[in-house]
């Protein structure tokens, strides 16, 4: 299983503001532009694997994109896991292809938050309408002042993983926000609900994404230029509401990062370069600590003082990250994953030869971890 | 007030929550079958699936696990409240709930698993709990309940 998929393409669109164009449209070009990076034809693909818009549910969205790509696909479809269903989506055509129901899988995604709707992001959380309890934002806030309660994380803390983020966003041509901000303009930044500000909220994006996957030995055979092996994935999911977890600063990441660990025969010292989901800096912050870069607790004092900035011990999202490159659910990770293993990103780590990329989903409910190599 | 008005689901197996509360009374859940405690309301009980389960009193003690305070409505019909604190907050008995923490001058200064006591208040016809800080000595409460 090890290293015998590799991703053999990649292919987005432009991030940020796409007014007129479906969710369709988007998906349709970035996997024009995945099937064009793998150098291989629309026909020969016979997995479609989707994640559909999550600011709109429609039925059988995967049927329908698979009819307007004009393929007709042996195995595929929708998968809801949240921000986590892309890396899922990845491991289950992974293991499509290792157990021969499809030969080349591509897996996409693409959503118009920012000039659709948002409403699905503005829903009450169970049946606590009555106590004004709205919005994702908040779910995080809740779990952030219980890290902050819990082991003395600072705003601070918080504040350097937005700062690096922007830092390397503001290093990619196709970042949405290109701005840098100084530790003291993230103090500066808005309140949206205590303790997070808006530094701390990823962005509203519009526009598409989508790989290509195959074995490692049809990717020989067909010449593909920079195939990029996969060397483990993992998957965990906390059903728990916020307010029924159990405990607030336990996330499904760990038993993620340990499955795909055990599947690369790697550990966290041996990862060169991180993507780490960042829809909230303490997503980011726990994710550090349950994959082993610390122990629990110590993320706070893990981010700071430039550590996951280019140059330090663990570059962490160095195309920009959810905070800064565009605020789509996870499947840009994954790609700068690949930019970094192929040497070819516009930030590039030098000499990475392995990577780790996070998504997650709901209020830290669903995490799938995934782990390339060269 | 802006926006619609928010009413909570009293259907089914959430009919008997409220009216208890109508009367000044948190209850929560227990299984009869494996005892454990739950709460929001539920048909079945996620231990165990057991469907037998009865009505307790909750006493109203509790403490603070998180909160968060509100700068920015979600909702219209929030928008004349802001700032206000939305916690999770475990009942003394072991349920958990979501809530709203009251007569806090400044949220920044409450503390995670604090004493918390229940406060019964009611808005537009409806009984909503909410809790303030225990204050050892100075609680002017009965059974943990207040108008
Ligand atoms: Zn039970």
Known sequence: ?374 | MTGEILVPDRSGVNEHYWLALDARHLVFQECLSCDKPRLPPRTECPHCLSDAWEWRRASGAAKLISWVVYQTAFHPAFADRLPYTVAVVELIEGPRLISNIVEVDDPETLMIDQDLELVIQHERGTAITRFRPFVRGSSNTHNGVVN
């Open chain 1, 1 to 374: 299983m090890h290293g015998s998929v590799v991703i053999a393409g990649i292919g987005h669109t432009a991030f940020g503001h796409h007014p007129d164009r479906s969710t369709y449209s988007l998906n349709i070009e970035a996997v024009r532009n995945a099937l064009n990076d793998t150098g291989v034809d629309k026909s020969e693909v016979d997995g479609l694997f989707v994640k559909f818009p999550t600011s709109r549910f429609e039925f059988m969205y995967g049927q329908k994109l698979a009819e307007l790509l004009g393929i007709q696909p042996r195995i595929g479809g929708v998968w809801d896991q949240g921000g986590a269903a892309n890396i899922s989506l990845i491991s289950f055509a992974a293991m499509a292809i290792d157990a021969g129901q499809c030969e080349i899988a591509v897996v996409c995604f693409a959503d118009n938050p920012k000039s659709g709707t948002r409403h699905v992001y503005q829903k009450a959380w169970g049946h606590d309408e009555v106590y004004g309890w709205f919005g994702v934002p908040p779910g995080y806030a809740m779990i952030a002042r219980r890290h902050m309660g819990q082991y003395g994380t600072t705003a601070d803390q918080l504040g350097a993983i937005a700062v690096a983020c922007r830092k390397h966003g503001a290093r990619n041509p196709n970042a949405q926000l290109r701005k840098e901000i100084t530790l003291d303009d993230y103090r500066q930044s808005k309140m949206i609900v205590a303790p997070l500000r808006r530094d701390d909220c990823c962005l509203v994006s519009d526009g598409g994404a989508a790989v290509v996957l195959m074995s490692a030995k049809r990717a020989k055979q067909m010449q593909v230029s920079a195939p990029v092996p996969i060397l483990g994935y993992g998957q965990g999911q906390t059903s728990w509401e916020v307010a029924q977890r159990p405990d607030l600063t336990a996330t499904a990441a760990a038993i993620s990062a340990k499955t795909a660990f055990a599947m690369a025969g790697i550990a966290p010292k041996d990862i060169d370069v991180a993507q780490i989901y960042d829809c909230f800096t303490i997503t980011a912050l726990m994710t550090i600590e349950d994959y082993g870069f610390c122990r629990k607790g110590e993320g706070g004092r893990f981010v700071e003082d430039g550590r996951i900035e280019i140059g330090g011990d663990l570059p962490m999202n160095t195309s920009g990250g959810l905070l800064s490159e565009t605020g789509m659910p996870g499947l840009q990770l994954v790609i700068e994953g690949v930019r970094q293993m192929r040497g070819a990103a516009a930030v590039q780590v030098p000499n990475a030869r392995s990577c780790i990329v996070s998504n997650q989903g709901g209020i830290m409910h669903t995490h799938s971890t995934l782990i390339l190599g060269q």
